[in-house]
C-alpha cells in the first residue's frame, strides 16, 4: 500500500495509521521532565515533524518561555508546563489538533496566548476542544454537547 502524505485528505486514513494525523494537549499527558524545554521539543520532533512554520526557538519565543529553554521541566510552573503541552500539538505539522481542557494551569496571560496559538497556527487544522470552560472553546464554530447523546 502507498503511503500517504500527511497533507493528503483525498482518501480515508487506516486506523492504525490515524496517530500521524494527530497532535494532542492535555493536562494528564506527561512531560519528561528531566529534559529541557528546548530538549523536550526536539524530542518530540523525532516522532511528529514541527510546522516549518517555526523553529524551536521561534516556538519557545512565541510561548513566552525563551528564557527558560535551557531549563528542566521540572523546575517549571504548572502553566509553564502547560505552555509547552500546547506547543508540542499547536506546531505539531499535523491536520488534527485535540485540546482536553487546553487552559489548565494558566493565567489570563496563558488563556491569551492560547488564543493568539489558535489564531496564527491552526487556521488549516481541525482544532477539536473537550472542556468545561466557555473561554476554552469561544473560537469554535461547531459545538457537540456529550448530554445530547446520552
Known amino acids: 500500500m502507498k503511503e500517504k502524505k500527511i497533507s493528503d485528505t483525498s482518501s480515508l486514513v487506516e486506523p492504525e495509521n490515524f496517530y500521524r494525523y494527530l497532535s494532542i494537549a492535555a493536562p494528564y499527558v506527561e512531560l519528561i521532565e528531566e529534559m529541557t524545554a ?3 521539543l526536539h524530542f518530540h520532533k523525532q516522532f511528529k515533524p514541527l ?3 517555526a523553529g524551536i526557538d521561534e516556538i519557545l519565543a512565541v510561548i513566552g518561555l525563551e528564557k527558560s529553554a535551557d531549563k528542566q521541566i521540572r523546575y517549571f510552573s504548572s502553566g509553564m508546563k ?15 489538533v485535540l485540546l482536553d481542557e487546553p487552559c489548565t494551569n494558566l493565567d489570563v496571560s496563558g488563556y ?6 489558535i489564531e496564527g497556527y491552526c487556521k488549516n487544522k ?3 476542544v473537550s472542556s468545561n470552560d466557555e ?3 469561544d473560537f ?4 457537540l454537547n456529550i448530554f445530547d447523546y446520552k
Open 126 to 128: 481541525l482544532v477539536i
Open 38 to 40: 528546548k530538549e523536550f
Open 82 to 96: 502547560q505552555r509547552i503541552k500546547l506547543a508540542q500539538a499547536i506546531f505539531s505539522d499535523v491536520p488534527v
Open 140 to 143: 469554535c464554530a461547531t459545538r
Open 51 to 53: 510546522t516549518a512554520a
Open 135 to 137: 473561554h476554552e472553546m
Open 112 to 117: 491569551q496566548l492560547y488564543h493568539q496559538l
